[in-house]
Nanobody, 112 residues
Framework: QAQLVESGGGLVQPGGSLRLSCTAS????????MKWYRQAPGKERELVAA?????NYADSVKGRFTISRDDTKSTVYLQMNTLKSDDTAVYYC????????WGQGTQVTVSS
């Protein structure tokens, strides 16, 4: 059974950093494009970053966030720097390929 497990969320002050991790199991990780989405209260879920053969970022996070993956560990990462209050959201890991898998989400709160 396919599973995505996120970790690394938490409370951070504006300007701080966090690193999210998402570890996959139950499917061939390297065959999937991995994505990070986020959903803030009262807003729609939005794509933050994606990594396959290339990387893509939402304009709002370009230059601050970096997505990477380690296929040997079946893990995708999201390094988030210079965090802002607008980055507060639940962050979801997504695997897109033959099937579409979602993690349970991890809360990121940016507040002083």
């Amino acid at each position: 059974q396919a599973q995505l497990v996120e970790s690394g969320g938490g409370l951070v002050q504006p300007g701080g950093s966090l690193r999210l991790s998402c570890t996959a199991s139950g499917f061939i990780f390297r065959d999937y494009v991995m994505k990070w989405y986020r959903q803030a209260p009262g807003k729609e879920r939005e794509l933050v970053a994606a990594i396959g053969t290339r990387t893509n970022y939402a304009d709002s996070v370009k230059g601050r966030f970096t997505i990477s993956r380690d296929d040997t560990k079946s893990t995708v990462y999201l390094q988030m720097n210079t965090l802002k209050s607008d980055d507060t959201a639940v962050y979801y890991c997504n695997a897109r390929g033959l099937y579409n898998y979602w993690g349970q989400g991890t809360q990121v709160t940016v507040s002083s």
